[in-house]
Structures are given as C-alpha cells and as structure tokens.
C-alpha cells in the first residue's frame, strides 16, 4: 500500500508531504495546475528517466520519496533476487543533481532504473488516459480469463512446471551441443586408451629393458674383461690367489709365536675364499653373458615403443605412464556418461512436453468456456457507463506452441454496434472508451486479481454528469478492495473520495509554486460546488455539492 509521497524542489513544488488514504483518494485543481507534476514525481520514484533542469532551486538538488507497506506483497523473492534488503516498509527515493545526473534508491541501497521499473510495477498501476496498454495486453487478457474463471492456481502450476520444462530443454541443447563438441574429445580419448592398452606396458618396465639394452650392446666387452678377470685373479702365474697361498702359509707357521697371527691367518683366509667366489661369478656370468643381435633388436625396438609412448603423454616412467593410462579411462567413462544423462534428460523433457500439453488443453477449454460470460459482463459495464452499443468479443485460439501461460492466443475485439464489423479493440477504441474499458475490467478483476495500487489520470475526461455518477459508483466498490488514486474534473466522481486533495498554483517570493492541500468540511464542498458552476460558486452549486457528498 502506498504510503506517503515526498517531494523537495522539484518544478513548481518547493516542499511537499502528501498522504495517501487506503481507499479513494481523489486529487482535483484547475488545469495547468500541476497536477501532471504530482504524477510525473509519482513516475520517477517508480524507475523512470529523469530530465535535466527539473529543480525548482537550480542550485539544490531534487529529492523525492515514496513510502510502502509491502508486507503482504510477497515481494521477499524479488528483494533476495536481486540482493536488497527486505522490510516491511518500503523507502524508494529518487534524488536528481544539479548538473543533472541522478541516483535511485531501494532502502537506502543504490538500485538500477531497470530493477527500480520492476520494483515499481508491483506497486503502483498508473493509468492515464492513451496509457491503458495493460488491459491491451495477452497477458493481461489471459490473467484476467483465468482470475474470472477461478483458475489461476492451476496456471500459476503450469507456468512453474513449463519454466521447469523450458530450463530442462535449455540444458539438453546444452548437452548435445557440448556432447557434439566432445565426440571428437572421446574418440581421441578412446584412440588413446586403445594405444595404451594394445602396448600392454609393465611397471618399470622401460627401466629394466635400458638395462638389458645397454648389456646387449656390450656384451663381447663385458664377457671377455669377466673372462680376463677371473683368469688375473687364479690362473696367472702369480696370480692374487697364488700370493694368498703363500701368505697364509707364511702366517700358519708363526701361530705359536704371536697372538695376533691367529686372527691375520682366519682374514687371509677370508680374502682367499672371497677371490675364489669372485673369480667363479666372474666367470660364470662370462659363460651367461649372451649378446645375441635378435633379442637386442627385439629390446630395442620395444624400447622405441615405450619411449614414443613417454614423450607423448609427457611422462618420465612406465609407472607413471600406466597411472595416465587410468586417468584416461576414467575421462572415457565421464564422457561416456555423459552420453546417458542426455538420454535420461531427453525423457525427462518429453515427458514434461506431454504434461504441459495436458494441463494446457484443459486451461485452454476453461477459458474459452469463460471468454463470452467475461465480454458480457464487461459490456454490462460498458452500458452502465454510456457506451451501450459497444458489442465485445474474447476470441481464445489455441496453437500448437507451448506458451509461458498455456497454448493460447486472444484477440480482444470490439464493433461500434451490433451489425458492424469486429476489429481489435487497440485498433478500434477512443481514448475516452478505452478509458471506461480499463475501468470496467479493473473493477471486474480487482476482487481476483491482488493488482497493485490503481492510479486513474482524468478518466472521466468526455462523459456526463449521469455517466460520472456511475464511474463515482465503480470507483467506491474497486476502493473497497484495493487503493486508487484518482485525477479528476468530475465533481460526481470527486464527491466520493475518502481523501480529497487540491492542487493549485500560487505566487511565493516573486515566483509561482504549486501548492496541494487537503480538503475538508466546508472547503471540500465549495470546491466541489466550483466544479459544478463558477468560483465563486452558487448556493444551488453549494446544495448541489452536499447532495453529492452525502449521497456518497
């Protein structure tokens, strides 16, 4: 609900504090007034653009403030979404600097026009006379059917579950577009496991082949020093061994002499041992030591195999090679499941298609049952505001796409009177009907549909006295269920108001500021009373004005 409008130094409004009544608030004034200032104030702190050189004081800054109760707005999404701190009373503040550069506020935080516009349009519905786009709109129309039809909880269902529906589709393109993309990815992949596989590598494999490798290729050299070693160290005359002998002889003999001999004999001997053991591995591992060209060919060429393999996957073992290896099949297996869960969200999607589909046909014959009934009852409306011999129609087709409310298109149409061609009610509809038109249907709707504020911008502009009486009696039953502010030069629709302002324009300190006060008592009734007649107005215009008051 809005609260309360403040404005300081904007055009003809030094300082302004105007508040707004729960039910119909009426503003009136003259012509030139500034009445359009009260809305164009209205429109800034709602998200739109502000022009330069609106300061009433050039050289102070415009400052205007909107204040909202939106506790049962249900706006704790919008705030979340877009990262504002919710409360219950709502502060929109538009402030406008001299050189022209201009700030909008949500409590307090900085906030875009874009997300101020959206914020905006859930609060305060303004309606001027060539601005009634709203009711012109499917949307609109389509809400308006399904509310009158009692069926907004069914489509408030689909339209969840088609975003469900539209988001699951995005992610399947997703999916088959990068699925697309990695078939090449898995194929090489694929390539390379099979590569890897085929080679059957061991685990240090490459190591202990280099070794082989580089035995092979020495083996004449390695044999015939391991044949020559032995032969120095026992067959040679005077041979390692052969000076061990001696030694140990030479040592045997001296035993009983000194102590230590013992112990020098026992190493002697030791040494004599350890150069016989050499002596035999060394010729052993001579008569073993096979240089044959096939297996170093074969070694060689498995080497070259294992080598291209590390320099490719950019590894320095076959140990870390084999772990590369299981990495890639690990990748195969993530792109191969990546196969079913396209197969998996593809069902998904279709089976959602086919339930929309379903949900959508009957929203479909809902409002079509409902379409003529509603173009009947706004033409009753229509008819108690003058315009009897408009004939409507609410045309609901239904299409084959799936549609963010359904399957449905609307075609709003209107004729002049019965007999005459039906053409879309954009095309065919005045200013002054589509006036009454939005005010018809906004009292139709206003009991089922939570719309926000309403403001009405002179839509009594072209009607009589007994037609504004009727649109007098509209307004009171809408404001029974929701806040209107309405801007008017009918004093039957001014009568009926539960807060009456007036704009005026005075001269202050050599310059002329608009002025709104509020009217009571007596002063309500003479300016409703001018309004019928002349200012100053007539006793029969005095009477006339009570009469109206007190038949509210």
């Not at 280099?210 to 005077?238: K, P, Y």
């Not at 505001?385 to 409310?405: F, K, N, W, Y």
Request: glycine share 6%.
């Amino acid at each position: 609900m809005f609260k309360k409008l403040s404005i300081r130094n904007y055009v003809l409004i030094d300082r302004l504090d105007l508040m707004v009544d729960p039910g119909l608030t009426i503003v009136t004034g003259e012509t030139g007034a500034g009445k359009s200032i009260l809305l164009g104030a209205l429109g800034l702190i709602l998200g739109d653009r502000a022009e330069s050189g609106v300061q009433a004081d050039e050289t102070e800054k415009t400052v205007i403030e909107g204040e909202f109760a939106i506790g049962e707005y249900g706006l704790e999404d919008f705030f979340r979404e877009n990262d504002l701190e919710y409360h219950d009373l709502l502060i929109l503040r538009r402030e406008i600097q001299p050189q022209g550069r201009s700030r909008a506020f949500i409590n307090d935080s900085p906030a875009s026009l874009a997300v101020v516009k959206e914020l905006g349009r859930r609060l305060i519905d303004i309606h001027q006379q060539f601005d009634q786009l709203d009711v012109l709109e499917e949307r609109f129309q389509l809400d308006m059917l399904d509310a009158l039809a009692g069926q907004r909880h069914v489509v408030s269902a689909y339209v969840r579950d088609y975003r469900a529906w539209r988001e699951a589709g995005e992610r399947l393109a997703r999916l088959r577009e990068q699925e697309h993309r990695h078939q090449q990815e898995k194929d090489f992949v694929q390539f390379q496991v099979d590569e890897l596989s085929e080679a059957r590598i061991a685990a240090n494999e490459y190591e202990d082949l280099d070794v082989e490798a580089r035995s092979l290729r020495h083996a004449t050299e390695i044999r015939q020093i391991l044949s020559e070693g032995q032969q120095m160290i026992r067959e040679q005359e005077g041979s390692p061994l052969d000076q061990l002998d001696l030694l140990i002889r030479s040592l045997q003999a001296l035993r009983q002499v000194h102590p230590r001999v013992e112990e020098l004999a026992q190493r002697a001997d030791s040494l004599r041992i350890e150069l016989e053991d050499l002596a035999a591995d060394m010729e052993s591992a001579a008569e073993n030591m096979d240089g044959d060209p096939a297996r170093l060919v074969e070694v060689e060429d498995r080497l070259n195999v294992l080598s291209k393999l590390l320099f490719k996957h950019h590894v320095k073992d076959t140990t870390a090679l084999l772990e590369r290896m299981a990495e890639l099949e690990e990748t195969l297996k993530s792109l191969t499941h990546r196969g079913e869960e396209i197969d998996q969200l593809q069902a998904q999607v279709l089976a959602s298609e086919k339930n929309l589909r379903e949900t959508a046909s009957r929203i479909t014959a809902v409002r079509q049952k409902a379409a003529a009934p509603l173009a009947g009852q706004i033409m009753e409306g229509l008819t108690n505001l003058g315009m009897g011999s408009i004939r409507l129609e609410l045309r609901v087709e239904a299409g084959d796409e799936l549609l963010p409310t359904g399957m449905d298109r609307v075609h709003f149409l209107m004729a002049q009177k019965d007999g005459a061609r039906m053409t879309p009610v954009r095309q065919a509809a005045s200013g002054g009907e589509m006036s009454r038109l939005t005010l018809v249907i906004k009292s139709l709707v206003a009991a089922a549909i939570p719309l926000p504020t309403l403001v009405f911008d002179e839509i009594d502009a072209g009607v009589s006295g007994v037609v504004s009486m009727r649109m007098g009696d509209l307004l009171t039953r809408m404001a029974s269920h929701h806040q209107l502010i309405v801007i008017t030069h009918s004093p039957q629709i001014a009568a009926r108001a539960n807060c009456h302002y007036h704009v005026s324009k005075a001269p202050e300190n050599g310059q002329v500021r608009t002025r709104v006060s509020t009217l009571t008592g007596d002063d309500r009734i003479a300016a409703i009373a001018i309004m019928l007649s002349t200012d100053p107005p007539s006793e029969a215009a005095l009477a006339n004005a009570r009469e109206l008051i007190l038949s509210e």
